[in-house]
């Protein structure tokens, strides 16, 4: 069954510790993404990458750090320098990299909240 | 500068009426436009997508957009709400000359009662 998943669905750290998501696709997808969605803000975008290997930043990529070592994966690791990390968090995958018109495809999210 | 606008935050309508979501967007060039629904606690869903064929777009679930270019605007409409299409909806552009950036819109929170 093709699709993107993202684990865990719910997530709780403390203060001060990193946190890893995970994002899996088996769609064979060339792009991956990784937005952020806060109340009333619409989704604003972190990082993405087109290829393996590769990732470029997005608009709000300050605090987070990603890779790209397998065309499946991409994780996103929210470090202790993410001042508000708590948020709703969503992966998403393009089929083509360098495509405007191809619409991109999403996970069901990871809500992260940070005491 | 891509941008997105939503002109309603919430719209609420009662079963069976027709829906209107707004949507205007500033584009450089040539853009293609999206429309998404989320429901809660879920990923987004496409709904239909225009990139640039024919302007009345059909989509999933009897929702249709217009692409209007003179007024820069891309509505959702659905001729007959049901109970199941509560839920946000986003409207996304992308324009080839920012390469991959979709900018998403802040969302319309669609309730249909009873």
């Known amino acids: 069954d093709g699709g993107i998943t993202q684990s865990p669905k719910y997530l709780f750290r403390k203060e001060g510790q990193n946190v890893t998501l995970s994002c899996e696709q088996n769609?064979?997808?060339?792009?991956m993404y990784w937005y952020r969605q806060d109340p009333g803000q619409g989704l604003r975008l972190i990082y993405y990458?087109?290829?393996?290997?590769?990732?470029q930043k997005g608009d709000i990529a300050e605090g987070y750090s990603v890779s790209r070592e397998k065309k499946e994966s991409f994780p996103l690791t929210v470090t202790s320098a993410q001042k508000n990390p708590t948020a709703f968090y969503l992966c998403?995958?393009?089929?083509?990299?360098?495509?405007?018109?191809?619409?991109?495809?999403f996970g069901n999210g990871t809500r992260l909240t940070v005491t | 500068a891509q941008s997105v606008t939503q002109l309603d935050s919430h719209v609420s309508v009662s079963e069976g009426t027709p829906v209107l979501l707004r949507c205007n967007y500033s584009?450089?060039?040539?853009?293609?436009l999206f429309w998404y629904v989320q429901h809660p606690n879920k990923g987004l869903q496409l709904l239909l997508k225009?990139?640039?064929?024919?302007?009345l777009v059909k989509g999933i679930n009897g929702f249709e957009a217009e692409f209007k270019k003179s007024e820069t605007s891309f509505h959702l409409t659905k001729p007959s709400a049901h109970m199941s299409d509560a839920a946000e909806y986003f409207c996304?552009?992308?324009?080839?000359?920012?390469?991959?950036?979709?900018?998403f819109g802040p969302g319309t929170r669609l309730s249909v009662l009873p």
């Open positions: 584009s450089s060039y040539s853009p293609s």
């Open positions: 769609l064979n997808h060339d792009a």
């Open positions: 225009y990139t640039s064929a024919a302007t």
């Open positions: 996304v552009v992308s324009d080839r000359n920012y390469g991959q950036n979709f900018v």
């Open positions: 998403a995958t393009n089929r083509r990299r360098d495509s405007n018109n191809s619409p991109l495809h």
């Open positions: 990458s087109q290829i393996v290997n590769d990732f």
